[in-house]
């Protein structure tokens, strides 16, 4: 059994690449890429309402009123949560992240901006709700030591720490919480621990979990374990029981 659930993660693994292949309707792959590109690109500001991603997940049209970054950066989910799937079980580096947030951010209005760096490290120092971050000339030094400090196999409470890391450092200009995200998702597929998205209707708890991590690491835990039963519960139906 994975984690305390009776649905084995290595098994959604297996799923989420087979259904990608077949071009499955209706499953697990298809609805965790809507829901998983929905909503965190919504905890970032975007206005695409869960109907508008889903038809633009299924027919790469949009429909009613949409800004023109919203349905970049939504499409460009899609295919980096692909490019996830092709890495799960391999050593994420430094070079994982900017691929990912490469994917992430081509085509948006920000690729064009002369102090915007696609796939590369931030220049402009950040504060994320008022926290300081990595200064940019640090940036690489906290990156390298964050990946060779990971344990080879990761318990969820490592995860979670791995996460808070990781935003702290804040690496990238803009787009560090969906590339977070996204690792957070794939180390749960390599560690056989349940993934899970975390959900816009829900994000306060999320930030208060980040921003009081050191003083108070459990909640942010129990939050995403929270995360973690809503997406068993959604799509446990998909793939079979370890004691079934």
Known sequence: MADEYAIDAAS???????????????GLY???QIQLAYNTNRIEGSR????????????????????????????????????????VGQPIT?????????????????????????????RI?????????TPPALVASDIDLLVRGAPQRMTFDDIVDYHVRFETIHPFQDGNGRVGRLVMFEQCLANSIMPFIVLDDEKAF????????????????????????VYYQRFEKFVPRTDA
């Open 48 to 87: 695409l309402t869960e109907d508008q991603t889903r038809y633009l997940f299924e027919t790469r049209t949009i429909t009613g009123d949409a800004l023109l970054d919203d349905v970049v950066e939504t499409d460009n989910h899609f295919r980096a949560f692909d490019l996830m799937l092709d890495h």
């Open 94 to 122: 430094a070079e994982t992240f900017m691929q990912y947030h490469r994917a992430l951010k081509e085509g948006t209005s920000d690729a064009r901006a002369d102090w915007f760096v696609v796939g590369g490290w931030k």
């Open 12 to 26: 959604f693994a297996r799923t989420l690449g087979e259904q990608r292949r077949m071009r499955l309707k209706g």
């Open 125 to 133: 120092a950040n504060e994320v709700g008022g926290i300081p971050t």
């Open 30 to 32: 298809h609805l965790t």
């Open 206 to 229: 999320y930030y208060r979990g980040l921003g009081r991590y050191g003083a108070e690491p459990g909640f942010l835990r129990e939050t995403f374990r929270h995360f973690q039963d």
